[in-house]
């Protein structure tokens, strides 16, 4: 299975600011990689697949870049709605296995 | 819309069996797979496998054979996702999800379940 490796698993921001996300692969996945948002009591969303391609309804202040094994989720100017979990997953071969997750707090 | 409702929360004892639905609306439940995926408790999103809802053919992912099982009502579009002799490292939220069409083998989940809390506990 393809090991999925997200860094960091925590990270703490402030409104306005620009994050990314690391999500490192063990094996070329292409450019098929998925980002997920998590939060409290909502439906775990979507964000951005095939590694840049932004899912209908996804701010573009997310944007996604890489392939082969590195890919980053950059937020820019970040809005409260924000913070959450994000998951990064890999979709080029079965099982579409997921990263550990981080965290994205405010600081 | 597409809706993706499971059941309520299961409070069970270890070597009992649990079975989690998943009742999906808002499209044709034959013409996309339903996948599952469990997150224990503080712990990231794990893959479990999928069913075929054409076929009702189902596949686990390494971690999740023998003791897990998906089945369907295709009547009922509903899916579920049965454990049996459950252990305490079972107890986990489970969510069931559906990919969209992005034109590849493998698409990511655009619809997800709220998630079914499973808490084993003797």
């Given at each position: 299975?393809?090991?999925?490796?997200?860094?960091?698993?925590?990270?703490?921001?402030s409104?306005?600011?620009?994050?990314?996300?690391?999500?490192?692969?063990?094996?070329?996945?292409?450019?098929?990689?998925?980002?997920?948002?998590?939060?409290?009591?909502?439906?775990?969303k979507?964000?951005?697949?095939?590694?840049?391609?932004?899912?209908?309804?996804?701010?573009?202040r997310?944007?996604?870049?890489?392939?082969?094994?590195?890919?980053?989720?950059?937020?820019?100017?970040?809005?409260?709605?924000?913070?959450?979990?994000?998951?990064?997953?890999?979709?080029?071969?079965?099982?579409?296995?997921?990263?550990?997750?981080?965290?994205?707090?405010?600081? | 819309?597409?809706?993706?409702?499971?059941?309520?929360?299961?409070?069970?004892?270890?070597g009992?069996?649990?079975?989690?639905?998943?009742?999906?609306?808002?499209?044709?439940?034959?013409?996309?797979?339903?996948?599952?995926?469990?997150?224990?408790?503080?712990?990231?999103?794990?893959?479990?496998?999928?069913?075929?809802?054409?076929?009702?053919?189902?596949?686990?992912?390494?971690?999740?054979?023998?003791?897990?099982?998906?089945?369907?009502?295709?009547?009922?579009?509903?899916?579920?996702?049965?454990?049996?002799?459950?252990?305490?490292?079972?107890?986990?939220?489970?969510?069931?999800?559906?990919?969209?069409?992005?034109?590849?083998?493998?698409?990511?989940f655009?619809?997800?379940?709220?998630?079914?809390?499973?808490?084993?506990?003797?």
């Amino acid at each position: 299975d393809v090991q999925m490796t997200q860094s960091p698993s925590n990270l703490a921001a402030s409104p306005g600011e620009s994050v990314s996300i690391n999500c490192k692969a063990s094996k070329s996945i292409s450019k098929y990689l998925a980002w997920y948002q998590q939060k409290p009591g909502k439906a775990n969303k979507l964000l951005i697949y095939s590694g840049s391609t932004l899912q209908s309804g996804t701010p573009s202040r997310f944007s996604g870049s890489g392939s082969g094994t590195d890919f980053t989720l950059t937020i820019r100017n970040l809005e409260p709605e924000d913070f959450g979990l994000y998951y990064c997953q890999q979709h080029n071969e079965y099982p579409n296995t997921f990263g550990a997750g981080t965290k994205l707090e405010l600081k | 819309q597409i809706q993706l409702v499971q059941s309520g929360p299961e409070l069970k004892k270890p070597g009992e069996s649990v079975k989690i639905s998943c009742k999906a609306s808002g499209y044709t439940f034959t013409n996309y797979g339903m996948y599952w995926v469990k997150q224990a408790p503080g712990q990231g999103l794990q893959y479990m496998g999928w069913i075929n809802t054409e076929t009702g053919k189902p596949t686990y992912a390494d971690d999740f054979k023998g003791r897990f099982v998906f089945f369907l009502e295709t009547s009922a579009s509903t899916a579920y996702l049965q454990i049996n002799n459950l252990k305490n490292e079972d107890m986990a939220t489970y969510f069931c999800a559906r990919s969209f069409w992005c034109g590849l083998q493998w698409c990511p989940f655009a619809y997800w379940g709220q998630g079914t809390l499973v808490t084993v506990s003797s």
